[in-house]
Every structure is written in C-alpha cells, then in structure tokens.
C-alpha cells in the first residue's frame, strides 16, 4: 500500500499554486501523469510541488542521483554531455512527454550528462523517494513511465545515426520540431550559442542555417526568438529521423 512521505520545499525554482490539483478530472498536458488513472494521480500531485524552472537551471548533474523528479507540463530539457575537448553534445530532449529523474528508478547510480531546461518551464516536482515508491506499488505509473523509456530509447538511438550522416541544416530543422512538439509551442525562446550545444558545430552553422530557414519562410528568428511559421516547410528540411509524435490531437501535449 502507497504510504505518503511528508513533502519538504526544494531548492531551485519557483513554487506556485497549482490550480489542476485542485480538479482531478482536469486534463494534464505531461503524457505520464495525464495517461493515470484519478486514484494515483491524486496522490501523486499530493506529493508533488508546482514549480516553475528557469531556462538554463541545471536539474540534474553528472555522477548524481537527482534529489526529486520533474515532470514538465510547459517547456523542455536538454541531456547535454560535456567533452574533455569543451564540446557539449546533446543526447536527449526531455519535455511534456516524459521527466527528468528517471535514474533513480532504473538502478542508474552514476550518469555523465546534465539536464538543463532550454525554456522556462513549468511542472510538477516529486521527491525521488516518492518517486521509487509509486514505481515500485501503482501499475499504471510504472507503465507509463517504462513506455517513455522505450520511447527515448528509440529517440537516443536515432540522434546516433543522424549525427553520422545528416547535415547540420537538416539536423537543425529536426531539432527545431522536436522542441517545439515537447515544450507544446511553436514560440522557442532560445539563443544561438544553446542552439549550437544542442545541434553540434559551430555557432555560425546555426546562424546560418536559421537565416535559410528564414528565408524559406518556414521560421522567423529574432533576438533569441524563435518562431515556427510553417511546420510542413521546416519538415520538408529536416531528415528522415524526425518522427512525427504519436500523441492523439487534443490530449494536451505536444504540437501537432
Ligand atoms: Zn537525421
């Protein structure tokens, strides 16, 4: 049986009052927590905290346990492992379709990567001890979780061919959409020297790929602002790796 664990404030973010709580039958745009039945769900929000993120905040760092789990319901993280030779590679996007703090749940004690947020975000916050506790005693949770993990499996398998052979520009426009569909907007408040971390190679690469996309009416881009104008012309430029998201239209997540 589910115990409670008492909930302490955590640092880092802003705490906010989180109105959805207070009906369990409101849809919740993360697709974990959305997809649950209104009995775990219940008490997985009485444990958890509302919080807003900051873009740029580090939530997660390498050769650590994260302290709690963030499961967003607005904007995105980026897994980013950092390279003897000062490259920053990004492995993985995290954002309303799955968490940060997945970790702790798979026997992972030791990682080489960060998670920062890309955006200012927005979500709930669970203690890792709350965490291990619904993997372990609620079946639907630990569905839906270990379905995100299949999912960023196949994500992260992927990045590793297309980092092989496509070019930046078409990398550029898969990573645009993917951020797009899991911080649910078409608006990404992103600067340049973040976008090359994420895409790899030099800043220019992505000032220059922008400028085409731009250009090609399929974005307009300004002052560390990015907005997606025409989906079907950044998709006819990004490769045969992105996938479109296989949310149903109107279950709260994602762009579609
Ligand atoms: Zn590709």
Redesign the pocket.
Known sequence: MYTAVPTTPMPGGILLRDPLRLNPTSPLPNRILGSLPGSERAILLSQAEYVVIPAGQMLASPGEVPAAAFFPDRGAFCWLGDMSTGHHVAVAIVGTDGLVGISSVLAITRHNFRAIALFESSGYRLPTESLRRAFKEFDFFRAGVLAYVGRQIIEIS?HV???R??SHS??LA?WLLMMADKSGSTSLKITHEVLAQVVGGPRHAVTMGLNKLGTEGAIAHLRGQIDILDRARLRRN?????VEPDRPCGDGGGVH
């Open positions: 992927s061919a297309c980092n052979i496509h078409q990398r898969r990004a490769c045969e790796c992105y």
